[in-house]
């Protein structure tokens, strides 16, 4: 009972036992988890960046985070909440809105794709539509294809340099020089300057070099071996996810050549078929699509986790809509704030930018609200968007 709560009880308030109960453990797990915080999958030390592996550090944060959200449904903490967000933000030209009090509204949420987020914001089938023409012509260029390749391979090489001694068997090895050879692929792609006319790069007339010509079907079958590396490696799962998610693109171009040994104008056609290949095929609900989206918005890949999704409520007259947030911190401390806000305004940017591009009847407010045991109560701003800090305390 002091861990767990049946979701058939939807919004009734638990036993004032319950509250008295579990507030002890979740300033003690605080205590134990302080700065720490779960980000793109992976427990991370917010004070180094290191990583966390241990599997009894993960049950305690995924226990922390569903006592919290249970714990902010009380009365008393839904009380606070309304009286200080309405003191706190008395100038603020967008009446706040005060939420989290439903069972729905605290559930977790990992955004991880378009189709997802349409379902939220309640976008029809014709609007997806919209949203997909808009976006696959920007988000399917050839160099963010190729950054967004390199930024997972990147991330995966330094994950492993940093877990070198949890990881140094066999499969590390080769997945490491898996890794190189991918890298040193890409780095033949496409045309190092893009405004370079064409005669800074002719073409070749000698024998084309083995090296610098290919097919991306390549590259396709060392992500194929690299997920093979990496099956047994456990604390890399969330980046061998991400290789399987752009082994869809890879499907769609395999046949695409690329070759450096040619002249400006034959690289851009290579550069146009790969845009016009990923454009036309890749779907709405496709992963691979979103990938290349966030990594288009953000410059990263990585999905975003979201601790309470709150939902979205009507102003005055239909006109303005606000988008409520939340995420569990474990500190108070200005980095583990700082990068609390950073996570929770992604996927606030990007519900918003799904709301306009589609273009969703009325004006988005976007609020984030950030919840920590013994926290002043405060409002940051952050790009346009309020946050709102709020203390977690036992009732007095």
Request: aromatic fraction near 8%; charge should be neutral.
């Amino acid at each position: 009972m002091l861990y767990h709560c049946s979701r058939e009880s939807q919004d009734e308030v638990l036993p004032f036992e319950w509250y008295k109960k579990a507030f002890p453990t979740i300033t003690k797990l605080t205590h134990q988890l302080k700065n720490v915080d779960l980000i793109d999958g992976k427990l991370v030390n917010i004070n180094d960046d290191s990583i966390v592996i241990d599997d009894r550090i993960a049950d305690k944060m995924h226990t922390l985070k569903s006592l919290v959200s249970m714990f902010i449904g009380s009365p008393w903490v839904q009380q606070n909440l309304k009286e200080n967000v309405e003191a706190i933000s008395a100038n603020t030209k967008f009446k706040p809105v005060v939420s989290f009090s439903k069972l729905r509204e605290r559930e977790p949420m990992i955004v991880n794709s378009l189709t997802k987020i349409s379902n939220f914001l309640s976008v029809s089938a014709q609007q997806r539509k919209l949203v997909r023409s808009a976006i696959c012509p920007q988000v399917t260029q050839h160099r963010i294809w190729t950054g967004a390749l390199e930024e997972i391979l990147n991330g995966l090489k330094s994950e492993m340099d940093s877990l070198y001694y949890e990881y140094s068997g066999k499969g590390s090895n080769m997945g490491q020089q898996i890794i190189s050879s991918c890298l040193k692929f890409l780095a033949h792609t496409g045309i190092s300057d893009h405004e370079c006319t064409s005669w800074m790069q002719l073409g070749s007339h000698n024998s084309v070099n083995s090296q610098s010509s290919g097919t991306w079907e390549e590259v396709l079958e060392m992500f194929n071996d690299l997920i093979r590396c990496l099956e047994s490696e456990k604390g890399l799962l969330y980046h061998a996810a991400k290789l399987e998610v752009m082994k869809e693109g890879f499907s769609q171009i395999k046949d695409v050549l690329v070759d450096k040994a040619i002249g400006y104008k034959e690289a851009r056609h290579q550069e146009s078929l790969v845009q016009k290949k990923l454009s036309k095929t890749l779907g709405y609900s496709s992963r691979c699509l979103f990938a290349l989206l966030l990594y288009y918005l953000y410059g990263h890949v990585r999905d975003i986790e979201v601790d309470l999704c709150g939902g979205i409520y009507g102003g005055e007259g239909g006109a303005r809509f606000c988008l409520c947030m939340g995420r569990i911190l474990t500190s108070d401390e200005e980095k583990m704030v700082k990068s609390g806000l950073k996570q929770l305004d992604r996927a606030l940017g990007l519900f918003k930018f799904i709301w306009e591009t589609a273009g969703m009847q009325g004006v988005l407010e976007l609020q984030g609200h950030l919840w920590c045991v013994g926290a002043k109560d405060r409002i940051l701003t952050h790009r346009g968007t309020l946050f709102f800090v709020h203390g977690i305390f036992d009732k007095k």
